[in-house]
DNA sequence: GTCTATATATGGATAGAC
DNA sequence: GTCTATCCATATATAGAC
């Protein structure tokens, strides 16, 4: 790869860095590429350049975090009791949301919207394996004998549910734990009080003791 | 009330409806007062006559249903254990998410971009109490020794967030539930089914037995 | 690859006739 | 109250010079 080559992939970067931040923020429609140049600090042309249009952007920062692999597999198959496994699952997500926060903000305000593209169909189909993840644990946990029978699905979305209030509500969260907003400190702190809830919850309505 | 007055009311309320179904559908800088005005079938400048701005119109229609008087007293009073308390208040709380669905949308969406305006102040506020109702029914119920001492403030946002899920991301749960999106009959069903969901996950992780 | 200048569309809002 | 016509700001996108 070339000094060149590399200088560009770069900019394309450093744009849907600056691009994610933004529509994160205001939304798709708020956002001009006005803006987004001036925050990338590069040319408004620049982004025709690299993306064709706005919309096409917008779909590239969706699509370049939603297609990197995932290496759940191996964090499942390390544990051995069901429980474990949910747990360890529950962590990871944990993690993830708080780590693609602003990416999350987009893709859920897209879910919220509704409309079939072919993005949505993409995010549909992404956001459905990770409940099918959940949902396959639980399911052979019951089977085993290690887990009640529970609602499977409901479950599932009480999980992805409660840990996506925390990363796209801000204000009405920091608001309950009494949190100063601008203080971003307390995110260490909210993923492990989050881990231990999920524990106390589960290990009630699930396990069979 | 004369006739007239009651006209323009109907006029208003008309402009109102048409408008939150949009906003909810596309969000408020993806529709245009034009295309209000289409749907409402009035004409673009009423909108400014009745309203003033476009961004005014947006706020009347969050606001006029969030000022709506709360009933939820009455609910709680009437039950004698707190764990009934709690569950009335679910249900309740299951009606009003799937009754005002297009405003939650839009509610959700105005958290989610975390922008400090006098309308958030007001959204969060008004979800706050919602929290606060939740909070109070839980704590009492452990201090008279009827609840385990459990995580409060994770316990009410698990509960607003399950539900919110299921009113907010509809393509996502249609495809959990297996569920045709077109066919809304499944509402029924699924109010009962997150009702008796929270029963069973709640009777494990709070009812001391 | 980078820039300026511009074509073109669409948006919100309102002046003024009725 | 209702309408048409229009103003003006801002948007995306691109042609064409460098």
Redesign the interface.
């Known amino acids: 790869m070339t000094e060149q080559e590399n200088k560009t992939i770069d900019k394309r970067e450093q744009i849907l860095d600056v691009a994610e931040d933004l529509f994160s923020?205001?939304?798709?429609?708020?956002v001009s590429v006005r803006e987004i140049s001036k925050a990338a600090d590069i040319n408004i042309a620049m982004i025709s350049y690299y993306f064709g249009s706005k919309e096409k952007l917008y779909e590239e920062v969706v699509i370049r975090k939603l297609t990197t692999s995932d290496k759940i597999i191996d964090v499942i198959s390390k544990q051995e009791k069901y429980a474990d496994k949910l747990y360890a699952i529950i962590d990871l997500y944990i993690d993830r949301f708080f780590a693609n926060r602003k990416l999350n903000?987009i893709i859920?305000?897209e879910?919220?919207?509704?409309?079939?593209t072919e993005m949505?169909e993409l995010i549909?189909e992404r956001?459905?394996q990770n409940?099918q993840i959940i949902?396959e644990v639980i399911k052979k946990g019951i089977k085993s004998g290690e887990f009640n029978k529970?609602?499977v699905?409901?479950?599932?979305?009480?999980i992805?549910?409660?840990?996506?209030?925390?990363t796209?509500?801000?204000?009405?969260?920091c608001?309950?734990?009494k949190i100063n907003e601008s203080d971003m400190s307390y995110t260490n702190k909210m993923k492990k009080?989050?881990s231990?809830?999920f524990r106390?919850?589960f290990s009630?309505?699930l396990e069979i003791k």
């Not at 923020?25 to 708020?30: N, P």
């Not at 699905?153 to 009480?158: K, P, Q, R, S």
């Not at 992805?160 to 925390?166: A, D, F, N, P, V």
């Open positions: 923020l205001h939304g798709f429609e708020a903000n859920f305000r879910m919220a919207l509704g409309q079939r949505t549909t956001l459905f409940f949902s529970v609602d699905e409901l479950t599932a979305t009480t992805i549910g409660t840990i996506k209030l925390y796209t509500s801000t204000p009405i969260v608001r309950i734990l009080r989050l231990v809830y106390e919850l009630n309505y």
